[in-house]
């Protein structure tokens, strides 16, 4: 089992470019959640997805940000139009279900640096 | 929503202490609480978890305690070691919901 799969580890882009953020869960996980991480900083919310559902974006900025979980493939987080604010790591993590108290497994991250 | 509070931000020992972090949640309905230790440039790992039907739980010199009534629970790490430099953080939800985590502890060991 290769646990959580992030790519890239690293991704650099200019203001106004688009970032795509890649997650592949955990075999036989169906849940995925994405977390941002300033330096320094704890561990903050965005994003609770089920294939092809979202289930929770309270902490998904307004703008810019979206998510997904299709049928095949892996979670994408995209960042439209980026500004130096979304420097960042984030992180997904996947669960096997909500029905049972499962820790979450995290990936690597990806290290989003915008110059 | 759930709101987690974790204190103290850093907390500096000497090999061979204990350290203990204490973390207070908001939502009455929580019923899962792990702990993650995050190395360096490294991802969070789970090291322990509690769930609401239980006090208290222990692995080797790490134990956590749940204070249901009381909203808090805590991380007591005992006989520490240099390679327990780390950062910590706390987290809670109830089931179908996303874990919210506390914004995490700084622990420096020193031998």
């Known amino acids: 089992n290769a646990g959580v799969m992030q790519n890239p580890r690293h991704l650099v882009r200019r203001r106004g470019q688009e970032a795509r953020l890649r997650c592949s869960p955990m075999?036989?996980?169906?849940?995925v959640y994405w977390y941002r991480q300033l330096p320094e900083e704890g561990l903050k919310f965005m994003v609770y997805l089920q294939k092809e559902n979202i289930i929770d974006e309270s902490g998904m900025p307004k703008e810019r940000f979206s998510a997904e979980f299709p049928k095949e493939g892996p979670s994408i987080l995209r960042i439209q139009q980026v500004v130096r604010g979304d420097s960042a790591a984030y992180f997904c993590?996947?669960?096997?279900?909500?029905?049972?108290?499962?820790?979450?497994?995290f990936g690597s991250g990806t290290r989003l640096t915008v110059v | 929503g759930e709101n987690v509070e974790q204190h103290p931000s850093t907390l500096s020992v000497q090999e061979g202490d204990s350290a203990v972090i204490k973390c207070t949640y908001s939502?009455?309905?929580?019923?899962?609480f792990p702990w993650y230790k995050q190395e360096l440039g490294k991802r969070p790992q789970l090291i322990i978890d509690i769930r609401s039907n239980v006090g208290e739980k222990k692995d080797q010199r790490i134990a956590v305690t749940l204070n249901k009534t009381a909203k808090h629970f805590s991380l007591h790490i005992t006989e520490t070691q240099p390679e327990d430099s780390a950062v910590y953080f706390c987290a809670a939800r109830q089931a179908g919901t996303a874990l919210i985590f506390g914004k995490g502890t700084t622990l420096s060991v020193s031998s």
């Open positions: 993590a996947s669960s096997h279900s909500v029905a049972r108290e499962d820790g979450y497994t």
């Open positions: 075999k036989g996980h169906s849940h």
């Open positions: 939502d009455s309905a929580s019923n899962y």
